[in-house]
């Protein structure tokens, strides 16, 4: 991140909060401390109302969920607005009444779209109350997109998110497409793994053997795609995806996503700082100059995770990932893969399934294929210190497209497992310099 923007968005911050009289939901018809979807869609409509307010006015710019005020909330459409601050130092709860939702996908608690200049911040926080989705999407009672997201957001311009908490949301914490210039900071993201670890036991989707989750529950943190994105100083527990960088194409205004940073953010029993997945379609999916650095992992289920999707039609769609950086990164006790390079996980394009969780321990290639349109190239993990765990980890590449341009630099890991298993790799090329198990690259 360039320090140019850095104090673009710095500046951005302080003049978007600095500078506004607050417009309270009280005064759009909120109602304080009450359940029920009357009194959820009561607020969800107030918030409506306070932004559209801060259109009509120079100076009074900022919506605010009051401090020690307790809300109820639905779904807010937000859509066409510039320059407004979302203030949130009250608690907010979403509401969890599985019927009073819409039985479809693409549901979101807040949706913000074609804006330019939103901040949101605060010290409050949104707690999801996603516990019943959870169970639901696990008892295949709902589809598993049947969910909503707490944020979505699409063609969001001049973007900051920071100093609030947001807690075991339904389904993604922060869905982000098509951004441009977003800086997340200062941010907590909770999920109560227990209760979804309860639950999967529960219906028989862990496997005890190897004692890993075998479905997702997609309660991922931040999945940004666009382009010049910096997200730091945040720290992340969750049962899935801390930051997944998503992809762009030429269906968006920022068709390759492209000059990320990811620094300083400490995560617990999450699911990787990852890039994808990146499919194969006639639009190009794209990811491309991302750096994740200064990472604390503890327990994660995998820590650095580059993920494929499988399809995709030779001579009409294509995908790409390059120019990948993990550089000081310390992954403390990894539940499973500490780095894992490849197919992802879940199974596509329903979540049933093993897909690549337990690979190679159960299930065949034909379970878990490589994408031969989905290059990946010019990868380097520098400074990578991995402590305990079953196996280094896992470079899988296609054999018509391998893998090139990978270098490791003072890739370290240590535990007894090391002496049984090394790393499982196909089909990569690249160097290595102080790599302990020597791995695939030598």
């Not at 159960?362 to 989905?374: F, K, Q, R, S, Y």
Request: glycine fraction near 8%.
């Amino acid at each position: 991140m360039s320090r140019g923007l850095r104090c673009f968005m710095l500046a951005l911050a302080v003049a978007c909060i600095g500078s506004s009289t607050a417009i309270s939901i009280d005064e759009h018809g909120a109602i304080a401390g009450e359940s029920g979807i009357e009194a959820a869609s009561a607020n969800s409509l107030a918030i409506e109302k306070a932004f559209a307010a801060t259109q009509s006015s120079e100076d009074d710019r900022v919506v605010e969920i009051p401090a020690g005020g307790t809300y109820y909330v639905y779904s807010s459409t937000l859509a066409n607005l510039t320059d407004v601050t979302f203030k949130i130092d009250g608690d907010l709860y979403v509401h969890d009444v599985l019927e009073d939702w819409p039985d479809t996908n693409g549901l979101y608690v807040f949706g913000f779209t074609d804006m330019t200049g939103l901040t949101i911040t605060g010290n409050g926080k949104i707690n999801g109350q996603g516990h019943d989705w959870w169970v639901a999407v696990a008892r295949t009672d709902i589809a598993h997109n049947y969910r909503p997201n707490m944020f979505e957001m699409l063609r969001v311009t001049d973007c900051v998110i920071e100093n609030f908490t947001t807690m075991d949301s339904p389904h993604f914490n922060f869905h982000m497409k098509d951004m441009l210039n977003l800086e997340i900071r200062y941010m907590t993201i909770t999920t109560d793994w227990r209760k979804q670890e309860a639950i999967l036991k529960e219906f028989g989707l862990f496997d005890f053997d190897l004692n890993i989750p075998m479905f997702p529950f997609n309660t991922d943190g931040f999945d940004p795609a666009g382009e010049n994105i910096w997200i730091h100083d945040c720290e992340i527990e969750n049962y899935d995806d801390a930051v997944a960088v998503k992809p762009s194409s030429s269906k968006y205004n920022t068709p390759c996503t492209k000059n990320v940073l990811v620094e300083n953010i400490k995560v617990k029993y999450g699911v990787g700082m990852s890039i994808g997945s990146v499919s194969a379609n006639s639009h190009h999916d794209c990811v491309d100059n991302v750096t994740f650095r200064n990472i604390e992992f503890e327990k994660p289920f995998k820590a650095i995770y580059i993920k494929t999707n499988p399809g995709g039609d030779e001579g009409v769609d294509s995908g790409s990932i390059s120019n990948i950086v993990y550089e000081n990164i310390t992954i403390e006790s990894p539940v499973w893969y500490a780095i894992y390079i490849g197919p992802q996980q879940m199974k596509e394009p329903d979540g049933a399934g093993t897909g690549c969780m337990a690979y190679p321990f159960g299930g065949g290639d034909e379970n878990c294929p490589t994408n031969p349109l989905v290059p990946i190239v010019n990868v380097t993990l520098k400074d990578v210190s991995i402590s305990g765990g079953v196996t280094p980890g896992v470079v899988r590449c296609n054999e018509t497209a391998p893998c090139t341009g990978f270098d490791f630099d003072n890739v370290q890991y240590t535990s007894w497992a090391s002496r049984l298993e090394g790393w499982i790799c196909e089909n990569v090329e690249g160097n290595e310099h102080k790599v302990q198990p020597k791995n695939c690259l030598a």
